[in-house]
């Protein structure tokens, strides 16, 4: 097996463990939760073929870890369960003669002890075993030596012969070995997985005439774990084209076309997605439960031009192919002749020699529809159709149900994805298979030729003209309006060229579909002019939620809507009693060609809004959405009315997070059109009245989902997620005061991005000192609370930032820069701290003051204390202190706590129940990388020799 090291796609069952795996129509597999980390790594085969076996399996959260070290009773764990022996070891109960594998590892007393008798671990010399001790690459080869029997045929010393032999029998292959080093998860795996297949050594003489001999075809796979292995096995038949055969059932011939059988596969492996692949599978307990094939026998494509009985052109791989002799062909599940393959027909070709002997397709129903949404409760897919109209496909209307692939794999309809293409096949009205493709270009649009689209420079073939779907869909303005391209006038991309794009790649790449946002001229944009610089032709202007220096370049309406002019024409701006209401509208490239000074009525006329004659607020109406003014008038808010907080520093207004409030004294000015609409809304007095809830946290995540969103470690709620506007600013690391209206949208305001302070801070500045919940910057003192949200930004050399990491506010020292935000109660809700950039700094941390079992160690590190009885503890307790901060402790193989206010962490270990001597490793790592370790002797004694 170790020597079929080449690129294989891989199905694995791994029962009760690891879920479902399957292939599909894909080039490459990757196996289902063995480990998202190990995919396409060089552990990916090993990992996925020893949790199909049951030995070895990832963790809950989907990964591997496949650097993670590994102790020695985990590894003689996966040492028996390789031989075969796990019954053997869950039926012993009894506790192992090692003593220290003690009731903290009654879980592996079993595995220790049948291998032990099964003499592959030995233990140290002192009695002990070292179960928590981290496995070496030199003790794991050994076991693995042992387990395959050639013990005997080890010559040298330790631990070269071991290794020598392991390198000999092809154990370490692919393994970089330092014999004392730690031996990683990964590594482990591809050692266990060598061994699986390389032949064992029995005794075969005794007494006097004592010999071995190496089994040929005897291995830990065969022998041990009773697996079957069917090597180059063509899959000729499962349920979709035949159904003889039960849901769970394949038919095989073997590696010459003859003996065909059936086999049963095991839950999690989807037989059709093996008809027709040549395969190496491993069957144990009647069941096939891991399935490999070499991806070179595999294309996916399309039927280029209508077949003949002797050869058919793929239009991806652009060349024409021989049918093998006795060729098979299936079309929509029903057996075909060569000559039947058709234009268009969607599905996988597999290869021998060259030449077509397999072909799985279908006759696609339509191509080319780029998803908008999904309804997983009502089974709807909408969809942009390719004529540019938009659709839905229900997929209730086939009888028997769908089947969705992506990549090869099957998939659910809750994971197909906003600007997926689909294309699909209608089986009679009883099956809709859809195939996703999943593959969109993004980057500047340079130039349009015909039918090929470049973008960033690299040409991209269209559907439209002679494209194999025959049309690509467009939309110029984000989605408002769709359209279909022919190929044949390219001028109308001339606006696109040298904007952003998104193209959608069809099933044979080539574009379905482009979307950019190129309007020549923008909408009405409301908002507050603060600043004028007619030497640069640049105005400063609040608008869409921030402040924004503009490039001007256009006409000033200043008197009415006839009379223009230019930056000089607007009042003196000198501060914020100054700033005036605007509306402006901007061209494709954001610089403003129209600006209107909305406090002139006339102005304001000329654009079709007017002031309201009366200021005062009476009420909102949360249900009709309308605005009462102390005159009785009434006004309607609409989706697009802008709101401001203030005139002199504005901040924008979700109307969700006020209709439902009482304005009380608040006064405002409300621009409204002639049906009384409001347009724009500026609060001039009692905004903070009625402001809705303000909510502070760290960004951790921003993102597009078919939304933009956020994830967000709110104070008083923890990790959230909220919907929000585009603004690339939002990024991890980013501390943010925000509200959240009705449809769970949040609208932030950044006040630190990341080691770069911003408006709206509460705390800034350098710690002078922290006393445990309390924090002194400058000559003032803040409180943290158990919902504070605290995060240190890590620096590089240069100040830069590095990274985000959670902390807790006693890891704050004094001399860091803190960045915070109080609540209503002035209690720190969020802080972001960084540490001084310093040198590297070399000492190490300083254990002090420890204790065991209350008695304190001596100066030269030595403590005697009184047995105790089966299951006592002992607490062990040590002083660390350091010049850059304390980053680990460990104290024995206890669970530390701390510091406490003292600066003392804390471990409960086991109290020995026996005479004689023990030793407690202490180790404290600082944030500079540097490491002490302490190691305190402990003589236990049957009665206190202070009595």
Request: negative net charge; glycine residues 8%; without cysteine.
């Amino acid at each position: 097996m170790h020597n079929l090291k080449k690129v294989v796609a891989v199905i694995a069952v791994l029962a009760m463990v690891l879920g479902t795996m399957v292939t599909g129509f894909a080039a490459t597999v990757t196996p289902a939760k063995v480990g998202s980390d190990v995919a396409g790594t060089d552990y990916e085969t090993a990992a996925t073929e020893l949790a199909a076996l049951g030995i070895m399996t990832g963790y809950p959260d989907g990964t591997f870890k496949p650097g993670n070290q590994i102790t020695r009773a985990e590894f003689a764990t996966l040492v028996v369960r390789a031989l075969g022996l796990e019954s053997a070891a869950k039926l012993t109960t009894a506790k192992p003669a090692f003593s220290d594998v003690n009731a903290d590892y009654q879980w592996a007393w079993g595995y220790i002890t049948v291998a032990t008798e099964n003499g592959i671990i030995k233990g140290y010399p002192d009695g002990t075993f070292g179960p928590a001790k981290p496995v070496t690459y030199a003790e794991a080869v050994a076991m693995l030596v042992r387990a395959l029997g050639y013990e005997p045929a080890v010559t040298g010393t330790w631990p070269v012969g071991y290794l020598s032999k392991g390198s000999e029998l092809g154990i370490t292959d692919d393994v970089k070995v330092s014999a004392d080093g730690y031996a990683n998860r990964g590594d482990v795996a591809v050692m266990l997985d060598n061994a699986l297949d390389i032949d064992m050594m029995e005794q075969t003489g005794y007494g006097t005439d004592i010999s071995y001999e190496v089994k040929e075809g005897k291995t830990l796979l065969s022998d041990k774990l009773k697996v079957d292995e069917y090597e180059d096995y063509v899959v000729t038949a499962t349920p979709k084209v035949d159904s003889s055969l039960d849901d769970d059932e394949i038919k095989m011939v073997d590696e010459n076309g003859k003996n065909e059988d059936t086999y049963t596969v095991a839950a999690g492996i989807n037989p059709d997605d093996l008809l027709g692949l040549k395969v190496t599978a491993w069957e144990k307990d009647d069941k096939i439960v891991y399935v490999k094939y070499d991806t070179a026998q595999v294309k996916t494509d399309v039927v280029g031009e209508d077949a003949t009985e002797d050869s058919v052109y793929l239009y991806v791989a652009d060349d024409t192919y021989d049918f093998a002799k006795d060729a098979v062909v299936y079309i929509n599940n029903d057996s075909a002749d060569p000559e039947d393959l058709k234009t268009g027909m969607y599905g996988r070709f597999i290869f021998e020699d060259g030449d077509v002997r397999f072909a799985d397709v279908y006759e696609l129903t339509q191509t080319n529809m780029v998803v908008t949404a999904v309804n997983k409760d009502d089974k709807t897919i909408d969809y942009i159709d390719s004529d540019g109209s938009k659709s839905t496909l229900d997929l209730t209307n086939a009888d028997e149900g769908y089947k969705i692939f992506l990549d090869g794999k099957t998939i659910d309809l809750s994971d197909v994805k906003a600007d997926d293409v689909i294309s699909y096949a209608d089986i009679n009205g009883d099956w809709y298979y859809l195939f996703v493709t999943r593959n969109a270009v993004e980057g500047k649009l340079t130039k349009v030729k015909d039918t090929t689209f470049y973008v960033d420079g690299t040409g991209y073939s269209t559907s439209a003209g002679d494209g194999l779907n025959g049309v690509t869909v467009y939309t110029l303005n984000n989605g408002d309006d769709y359209y279909d391209y022919d190929g044949t006038d390219a001028t109308i991309f001339d606006d696109a060229v040298g904007e952003d794009v998104k193209i959608l790649l069809d099933n044979v790449g080539e574009v379905a579909f482009l979307t950019t946002d190129v309007k020549v001229t923008s909408d009405e944009i409301y908002g507050v002019l603060e600043a004028v610089n007619t030497f640069a032709d640049e105005v400063k202007i609040y608008a869409n939620g921030e402040k924004k220096t503009y490039d001007f370049d256009g006409d000033v309406y200043y008197v009415d809507g006839d009379t223009t002019g230019d930056l000089d024409n607007i009042p003196s701006i000198s501060g914020a009693d100054d700033y005036i209401p605007v509306m402006f509208k901007t061209d494709k490239d954001g610089v403003i060609t129209e600006l209107y000074l909305l406090d002139v009525p006339e102005v304001a006329d000329a654009v079709g809004v007017k002031l309201t004659p009366n200021d005062g607020l009476n009420s909102f109406d949360d249900d009709e959405d309308t605005i009462m003014t102390d005159d009785k008038k009434v006004y309607y808010v609409e989706s697009d009315t802008v709101i401001l907080d203030s005139l002199d520093d504005p901040d924008t207004v979700v109307w969700d997070d006020i209709k439902s409030q009482n304005p009380g004294d608040a006064e405002a000015m409300i621009y409204v059109d002639s049906r009384n609409r409001v347009k724009f809304m500026i609060f001039t007095d009692g905004y903070d009245t009625i402001a809705s809830d303000t909510y502070y946290g760290v960004v951790l995540d921003y993102y597009y989902d078919g939304d933009w969103k956020i994830d967000v470690d709110e104070y008083d709620t923890g990790k959230v997620t909220y919907e929000v506007d585009k603004n690339t600013n939002l990024k991890k690391g980013v501390m943010i005061k925000y509200t959240v209206d009705s449809d769970k949208k949040a609208h932030p305001t950044i006040v630190a991005s990341r080691n770069v302070a911003k408006a709206g801070l509460d705390i800034n500045g350098t710690v002078a000192s922290r006393d445990g919940a309390y924090l002194t910057v400058g000559d003032t003192t803040y409180k943290f609370n158990s919902s504070s949200v605290v995060y240190e930004v890590k620096l590089n050399d240069d100040g830069s930032y590095d990274s985000l990491v959670a902390s807790s506010y006693t890891k704050i020292l004094k001399g860091y820069t803190v960045y915070g935000v109080l609540d209503e109660n002035n209690v720190i809700a969020a802080l972001l701290y960084m540490k001084p950039v310093t040198t590297k700094d070399t000492e190490k941390p300083v254990i002090s003051d420890i204790s065991v079992d209350g008695k304190d160690v001596a100066s030269d590190n030595t403590v005697t204390i009184v047995k105790g009885s089966a299951g006592d503890t002992m607490p062990v307790k040590v002083k660390i202190t350091d010049n850059v901060g304390v980053t680990s402790v460990t104290i024995g193989s206890g669970t530390v706590s701390g510091p406490d206010s003292d600066g003392f962490y804390t471990a409960t270990l086991s109290k020995p129940s026996t005479e004689g001597t023990y030793y407690i490793t202490i180790t404290a790592k600082d944030a500079a990388g540097n490491t002490q370790t302490v190691k305190v002797t402990v003589t236990v004694v049957a009665t206190n020799p202070e009595l």
